[in-house]
C-alpha cells in the first residue's frame, strides 16, 4: 500500500497545479491519487455568474501561487464526475497509461480551455495515451468514485482544495511549493495550510477584470485570446467589482465593460466606482462590441480607452490590449513622481492633503477615529552644520524607512511634510493605538544610531512627535486635527525633546 493519498478533483484549477508540481518532482508514483467531486452541485447549478466570478477568482490564486505552471481560465468549469469516472476505468486497465491520461484531461481544460464532460475530448485524451477509445465505466467505477468521496468528505479537510494525507497522519492542505512537497515527502510535519482565497498580487501578471452582466459568452471571444497572457477577473455584480478596487491583491489593471443593454450606464457607474475607490488610473474599455460607428463615437466621448470589436482578430485584441496597459504604466510612473517626496521615498506633502481630506470623510460616514502624528527630527539644522548636507539627506532618508517600518497596516501612510518634519496619518486608530505606533517609530529611530554629537537630546539621531486623535464630525475639521497634532509637537519639543505628547 502507498504511503500517500491525494484526494483531487479534474475540475479544480489547485488539483491541477498540485498534479504538475508532483509530475515535475517524479512523485506521482509515490502516490494512491484518488479523484473526488470537490462541487458535486456543479452539475445541477450550471456555470452561474457567481461561479464563473469564483472559478475566475481560483486561476488568479494559482498564478499567485505557481507561477512555474502554465494555466488559463477556462469558459466554464465542467461537472467533473464522468472524467473521473473515466480515468478509474482507465486505471483498472492500464495504471500507468491511466497517469498520463489524467494528465491530459487537466491540460485540455487548463490550458487548452476544452470541456472534459465532451465526449470528442474524452475521445481525443484515450487516444493519445494510448488506451481504447471505448471504456466500460460500469458500477465498479461509480462504487469506486463513491468510496474515495466518503473517505474525502470523512477526512474533514473543509475545503475545496486537493490534500495529500500520509500514512502517519500528517496532511499537506492546498498548493504547497516544491520545497514543502518534498519535504513532506521526506517525513517532515507541516501546519501550513494554503487557503483559496488568500491570494497576493502577481506581478508578472496584468489583471483584466471583465464586466458581462449578460454573460460571458457575449465576451469570451476576447477573453480567449487574453486568458493565457492575463489575469482575468469576472465580477458578477457592481458590488463584486466594488469589492476588486478595494483590494489590494485583486485590484484590476484594466476594466473591460461588454457591450450589450445598459453598456453605457454600466460604464459610468464603473467610472464612478474607480473614482471612488480608487486613487490609481484605471482604464476602462468596451468589449465584444459590434461594428457601430455611432456607438463607438459615443463610448469615446465618455471616456473609454478603447472599443475593442468582437470579431477582431487575436492578435489585434491582443496589441490594443498592451497599448492600454502600456498607457496605464506611463501613467502610473508620471502619478507616483507627483506624488512621492524625490529624496526620501515617502509619500510629499500634496499627497498629504489629498489623502487626510479623502481619510476624514470615510471616518466620517463609519464613525471611526483618524489619527495623526507630527514627527520632527531634533536640532537637524545642528545636524546638517555638523556633519554636511549630504550626511543630512542620507540621514532623512534613514528616518523615513525607519518610519515606515513602524506601520504595519497598508492604509497606515507616512509622509514628508516639509524639511525634517513626517507627519503620519492613521486612519481606524484610536489614541491609545496611534501612541503604540509613536513609541515604535521613536524605538526605530533611536535604533539606527546615527551619530549626532550637537542635540540635547542624545549624542545620537532622536525625534520629536506630536499626536491627536478625532472622529470626524461636523464640530471639527482636518485643520483641527492638524493644528491640534502641531501643537503638540511644539510642546514635544520644549519639553525635553525625543519624546511623544498627545493633544
Known amino acids: 500500500m502507498l504511503q500517500y493519498i491525494v484526494y483531487a478533483d479534474l475540475n479544480c484549477p489547485y488539483s491541477y497545479a498540485l498534479h504538475e508540481r508532483l509530475y515535475a518532482l517524479n512523485l ?54 464522468f472524467a473521473n469516472l473515466c480515468v478509474i476505468a482507465a486505471g483498472l486497465i492500464d495504471p500507468e497509461k491511466a497517469q498520463l491520461f489524467r494528465r491530459l484531461f487537466y491540460k485540455a481544460l487548463w490550458v487548452d480551455g476544452l470541456d472534459i464532460a465532451s465526449p470528442a475530448v474524452i475521445f481525443d485524451c484515450l487516444e493519445a495515451a494510448g488506451l481504447p477509445t471505448e471504456l466500460s465505466v460500469d458500477f465498479e467505477c461509480e462504487e469506486i468514485l463513491d468510496t474515495w468521496q466518503d473517505a474525502w468528505e470523512s477526512s474533514h479537510v473543509g475545503s475545496r482544495v486537493p490534500v495529500i494525507l500520509a500514512n502517519d497522519g500528517r496532511k499537506l492542505l492546498g498548493l504547497a511549493t516544491n520545497e514543502e512537497i518534498t519535504a513532506f515527502f521526506a517525513g517532515e510535519s507541516t501546519d501550513v495550510e494554503y487557503d ?99 456607438q463607438e463615437v459615443t463610448a469615446y466621448s465618455h471616456g473609454v480607452s478603447d472599443y475593442l470589436v468582437q470579431d477582431r482578430a487575436p492578435a489585434v485584441l491582443k496589441a490594443r490590449i498592451r497599448m492600454m496597459l502600456d498607457l496605464k504604466r506611463s501613467r502610473d510612473v508620471l502619478e507616483r513622481s507627483a506624488r512621492i517626496d524625490g529624496l526620501t521615498g515617502v509619500n510629499n506633502r500634496r499627497e498629504f492633503e489629498k489623502q487626510l481630506e479623502m481619510e476624514w470623510r470615510r471616518c466620517a460616514r463609519t464613525r471611526q477615529p483618524l489619527s495623526l502624528i507630527m514627527v520632527d527630527v531634533d536640532h537637524f539644522k545642528a545636524f546638517n552644520d555638523r556633519y554636511g548636507h549630504l550626511a543630512g539627506d542620507s540621514c532623512l532618508r534613514r528616518v523615513a524607512s525607519a518610519m515606515q517600518n513602524s506601520v504595519n497596516r497598508s492604509h497606515d501612510a507616512i509622509f514628508r511634510y516639509g524639511g525634517e518634519e513626517f507627519a503620519v496619518l492613521l486612519p481606524d486608530t484610536d489614541k491609545a493605538g496611534a501612541l503604540n505606533v509613536a513609541q515604535a517609530i521613536r524605538d526605530q529611530i533611536l535604533a539606527l544610531g546615527i551619530p549626532h554629537d550637537r542635540s540635547s537630546a542624545g549624542l545620537v539621531v532622536t525625534a520629536s512627535q506630536g499626536l491627536e486623535t478625532l472622529v470626524p464630525s461636523a464640530e471639527n475639521s482636518p485643520h483641527q486635527l492638524v493644528e491640534h497634532a502641531d501643537t503638540a509637537l511644539y510642546k514635544a519639543k520644549k519639553r525635553s525633546r525625543n519624546c511623544v505628547v498627545a493633544a
Open 28 to 81: 506521482l508514483d509515490q502516490v494512491e491519487y484518488r479523484l473526488v467531486e470537490h462541487a458535486q452541485d456543479i452539475g445541477l447549478q450550471g456555470n452561474s455568474p457567481d461561479l464563473l466570478a469564483e472559478l475566475a477568482s481560483d486561476v488568479f490564486s494559482v498564478r499567485s501561487y505557481a507561477s512555474d505552471i502554465s494555466i488559463a481560465l477556462p469558459p466554464e468549469r465542467p461537472d467533473s464526475r
Open 196 to 294: 483559496s482565497g488568500k491570494a497576493c498580487k502577481y506581478a508578472q501578471h496584468h489583471t483584466i477584470a471583465v464586466f458581462a452582466p449578460e454573460g460571458i459568452s457575449t465576451v469570451w471571444q476576447t477573453i480567449d485570446a487574453l486568458r493565457a497572457s492575463y489575469n482575468i477577473l469576472l465580477p458578477a455584480t457592481f458590488a463584486d467589482l466594488k469589492q476588486l478596487l478595494e483590494s489590494a491583491e485583486q485590484t484590476p489593471d484594466l476594466i473591460l465593460v461588454a457591450a450589450g443593454d445598459g453598456w453605457l450606464q454600466n460604464l459610468l457607474y464603473c467610472q464612478r466606482m474607480v473614482q471612488q475607490f480608487n486613487h490609481a488610473f484605471i482604464p476602462i474599455a468596451i468589449a465584444g462590441a459590434e461594428s457601430d460607428d455611432q
